[in-house]
């Protein structure tokens, strides 16, 4: 029992799930047909009852005129026995009664021993009255019934009443059915564009990843391109410097050796200064110690032994600043010699150090390269694999959205063929193309979701370009995060994807 429930559950719930919105207006159609036919046989009920009514009326009114003639003929028959004497002096009964009750009038007297008697004028006239009254109320009723019965006109009046209902069942079963096909409609033009969207949205992505291929394709042209410039313009300024650095120690050589030359000469004037002051000295010390050996008075000799050793005192002070002047001016020359030497090692080291310089530059700008192509790799490889996986969702969705329009469209030819099927009965309008609608809708924008079968440059143009599709909103959506990757994109990048 559980398990009929649950079958019975789920079939009832597919069935739901496969109505469209406007299964109500097909009910109603079904509903609307169905009172349309109760109300035919509520007709056919009531015509079947016309005739027996009918009948019944000309009975009637057939009886109203046979009850008027005999009227008649029992007014004229009254009288006329009134007039002769044809009334028993005895019951006062009328010839012309007895012989409607088949009895003989004469009999009649001999039995009660009575006579006729006639009737006087104004019996005469007041019977005459009676019956002229019942005779034209029977007449005002013949009058009447002949315009017609009451009840067969209530009927047909009913009929009328009835045949208006349906024919305002007719309109609404009508207006059912153009309204089954507007929401539909708006129903599938909705779900058209939320699945094309999505379709799109999935293509889109896959054509975002192609372009990313295309341009890291290009990329590794820019790249090494970029390093053959780079490493011509790196090599040409290691050099540049290289030789600009010759030059300054070159430079910076003749500078020291114009430095030597001017110590050397400062040293040369300098120690011939000093030689000359020295000369000078002993001389004065020569002339002092003449001096001391001529003077006889003591006095004096300390005076000139005094002078003569400050002389002498003046000597060694001048000589060991002549030395220590020579030893100032050597060192100053040899490390002005030194530096010369150094800045000689330096451009030997120059010449010699240029073509590795430039060796490892190469090597640095050859491995960053590398990087960066390796890095394009890598990143060429995600998008390929990006790339797959958006497409295979591209085609994975729209074949699912193919299927649900398939069975869109069959339910709607399905709900379309029961509410013909119920029209038909009846035989009112209807509207009836909504699931060619519905196709021709489908088929207007398929093309719009088939452009990523196109090649690149087609498809960024139909993304990127005024076509027919880009007017619809569901394309703009759909391909919005194409265009967010285009604006993102460098000019030159942009202008490798369109070409």
Aim: hydrophobic share 35%.
């Amino acid at each position: 029992m559980k398990s009929i429930l649950l079958i019975f559950f789920f079939a009832f719930h597919t069935v739901l799930l496969a109505q469209t919105v406007g299964i109500s207006e097909v009910t109603a159609v079904e509903s609307k047909v169905t009172l349309y036919e109760n109300n035919e046989e509520k007709i056919n009920q009531i015509r079947q009852k016309i005739p027996e009514l009918e009948n019944q009326w000309r009975n009637n009114i057939s009886n109203l005129k046979s009850e008027i003639a005999t009227l008649n003929k029992e007014r004229d028959n009254l009288i006329a026995d009134m007039k002769v004497g044809a009334r028993c002096s005895q019951c006062g009964g009328w010839k012309s009664d007895f012989e409607k009750r088949g009895e003989n009038f004469e009999k009649h007297l001999g039995d009660v021993k009575g006579y006729a008697v006639p009737a006087k004028t104004s019996e005469i006239e007041a019977t005459r009255k009676s019956f002229s009254e019942k005779i034209a109320i029977k007449k005002v009723q013949l009058q009447n019934l002949e315009k017609g019965d009451k009840e067969i006109l209530k009927q047909y009046s009913e009929i009328e009443e009835i045949k208006k209902t349906n024919e305002t069942l007719c309109r609404e079963i009508t207006q059912h059915s153009k309204n089954y096909e507007k929401n539909v409609l708006n129903d599938a033009y909705s779900k058209h564009n939320i699945w094309f969207e999505d379709v799109l949205a999935s293509g889109t992505k896959a054509l975002i990843e192609s372009s990313k291929k295309t341009l890291i394709r290009v990329k590794k042209g820019w790249l090494e391109k970029e390093y053959s410039e780079k490493s011509i313009a790196e090599l040409k300024l290691i050099k540049e410097k290289n030789v600009l650095q010759q030059e300054k120690n070159k430079q910076g050589i003749a500078e020291n050796e114009l430095k030597v030359s001017d110590l050397e000469t400062e040293q040369k004037q300098r120690t011939e200064y000093l030689q000359e002051e020295l000369d000078e000295l002993f001389k004065a010390i020569s002339e002092v110690e003449d001096k001391i050996k001529a003077e006889n008075n003591e006095s004096m000799k300390d005076q000139l032994n005094d002078e003569n050793e400050s002389l002498n005192k003046k000597v060694v002070g001048l000589r060991e600043k002549m030395a220590a002047y020579i030893v100032k001016s050597k060192q100053d020359i040899e490390g002005i010699k030194e530096k010369k030497k150094e800045l000689s090692v330096e451009i030997t080291q120059l010449i010699s150090n240029l073509g590795k310089q430039q060796e490892q530059k190469t090597k640095e700008l050859k491995e960053e390269l590398d990087q960066k192509l390796a890095d394009l790799k890598r990143l060429e490889s995600e998008s390929e694999i990006a790339y797959k996986y958006q497409m295979s969702e591209y085609d994975k969705k729209l074949n699912q959205y193919k299927q649900k329009q398939d069975i869109f469209i069959k339910e709607i030819t399905r709900e379309n063929n029961r509410m013909l099927l119920a029209v038909k009965k009846i035989n009112c309008p209807m509207w009836n193309e909504t699931s060619g609608k519905v196709a021709l809708n489908w088929n207007k924008k398929l093309p719009c979701v088939n452009i990523f079968s196109f090649p690149e440059t087609l498809m960024i143009q139909e993304v990127l370009g005024t076509s027919a599709c880009s007017n619809e909103s569901f394309f703009q959506n759909g391909t919005s995060t194409y265009k967010s990757f285009f604006e993102g994109l460098q000019a030159e990048e942009k202008r490798v994807l369109v070409k």
